[in-house]
């Protein structure tokens, strides 16, 4: 048994998330580790709520009420469909836990130790009506370097390369559209040039990347800046240094803190399971990998920034130093971003409307069908497109007509003849049926192999091969014609029902919830693909906060069912079933493209006033 650490982007909590996030850091990250466990590994499945940083500042303005308030609502809101959605964490937690204030504020005093963070001064971005510093990325120019428009104060989308605000041209507020003014204020930076040629060392020895992903952060190097890792405000994680920790408009900066998330959050999992130091068997051990998902906007912070952040607190840098008392860290096996996905021929963008929530597909459609869409359609290596008119074709032709249809097929000619799984006769079997039995044991290596190197598309549709070859020999074979030889009618069933179970088990990181449905309609008992859940908890270290956690309990061979083809039990009762999947209308479509139509034209409208009450307020 190997540990397998499986670290999940952080979704932002100052919205409800949409498709397009969880097709990049949500699917595919749970895919993996239901593999993984399947195969008998011991996974550490991790992720959160992001909650600190200005933006959530700013919508909480927008709204009238608190940062927390504002948190605090949408960690449930996301809690609540990344659960629905299936998606298999150990822990899903938050970054305002008192636990990850502590996690966080131990790195910084130890690459503080270590000479790797120092004190200087930036230029920050002020709002001239407000006096209130304004959020990196909310402020959008010409690129300097590429002289792309739109590229934003902390990252140019175009050309990948970072940026300061002040370095954009002709700066402006994407809150209310104010040219900002830039004033020198004291912050504390990590200085990553003397932490670059350990972090280019450790990327150059990464083995099995996506080649985009590997030449993006290895180009992040060509030219490395220190970066302020505070900020002026008064939302966030305070500074541990004597003279900061108190001032109450300086705060450690959002994206030095997210990403300790990780580290934070296999802590608090060992605490809530009873043993506080098992999260070192996957943080402190060499040999342990771990994997982070994510969207390839978040590539630098996972191939630069954190990394550069464990080199730091593990002394690693030009500079020397020595591990803190959570170190050494393990730095990132792979990094496994995927492209944009975009929303019928448009970039995704909740403040243009463009938007599908989790909350909503999974109100209107079988959760398995999302999954199954985003899976076989969704941006793996390349940008791809969310249409509605793919999304129920991939639904009624592969999932309701060629899957649901032939476990039921299955499943019912074995509830009509026997009404239990028939044993196969030996002197019946045919080179047709050792043929496809052999097909579906070899299943498990080919699909695999796929899922390991993260081809998860190639992975699925290899499984759905297998279904398409089991159809064809009940074709082949037509059962229902078999009438005076019930020894050859059971042996073409019980093959059948074989290599259905065996495509489930191929088929249940992707599809856990109908896993479960054809398990049970071909008279299996007991959990075949676990589920996760929510809990209601109290903070560890702050008795005063209560917040929801998603987790759940898979054990091989109690809730799980093993990475193999398993003997599938004869005489387990089969009754008449009752379909897994159903045909969603064709009128769906449609429908669906006029809600669309109609949302993005109220969001259009709401923001074209809000921006006339904002220059009318600035005409005063």
Known sequence: MTHIMVNVAWPYANGPRHI?????????????????????NDVLMVSGTDEHGTPILVEADKEGVTPQELA???????ASDLCKLGLSYDLFTRTTTKNHELVVQELFRQCLKNGYIYKGTQKVAISPSTGRTLPDRY?????????APGARGDQCDNCGNELDPDELINPVSKINGETPIFQESEHYFLDLPALADANLAWLKTRQGWRTNVLNFSIGLFREVKPRAITRDIDWGIPIPVPGWIDNPN????????AVIGYLSASI??????????????WWNDPSTPGYYFMGKDNITFHSQIWPSEMIAYNGGGSKGGEAGQLGPLNLPEQVVASEFMTMEGKKFSSSRGIVIYVKDILERYPVDAVRYYISVAGPENSDSDFTWSEFVRHNNEELAASWGNLVNRVANLIAKNFGEVPPIAEDRLTDEDRALLAESAAAFDTVGSLIETHHQKNALNEAMRLVGDINKYISATEPWKIKDDSDRLGTVLHVAAQAVLDANHLLAPFLPH??????????????????????????????????????????????LRPWRSE???????????TPIFAKIPAEAVDEELARFETALNARREAEAQRLAAEQAKLAE
């Not at 608090?268 to 068997?281: F, H, L, N, V, Y």
């Open 20 to 40: 397009g996030h969880v097709a990049g850091f949500g699917v595919p990250s749970d895919v993996y580790a239901r593999y993984q466990r399947m195969k008998g």
């Open 72 to 78: 605090d609502r949408y960690n449930r809101v996301i």
């Open 139 to 147: 402020i959008e120019g010409e690129c300097p370097i590429c002289h």
């Open 250 to 257: 300086k705060r450690l900066y959002v994206w030095f803190d």
């Open 268 to 281: 608090e999992w060992a605490r809530r399971s009873g043993d506080p130091e098992a999260w070192r068997k």
């Open 514 to 559: 109908s896993a479960q449905k054809v398990w049970e309609a071909l008279g299996g008992t007991g959990t075949f693909s676990p589920l996760p859940h929510i809990e209601e908890v109290t903070d560890l270290d702050d008795p005063a906060f209560h917040y929801p956690i998603i987790t759940g309990d898979y054990v091989l061979g109690e809730t």
């Open 567 to 577: 003997p599938i039990e004869v005489g387990a009762k089969v009754a008449k079933p």
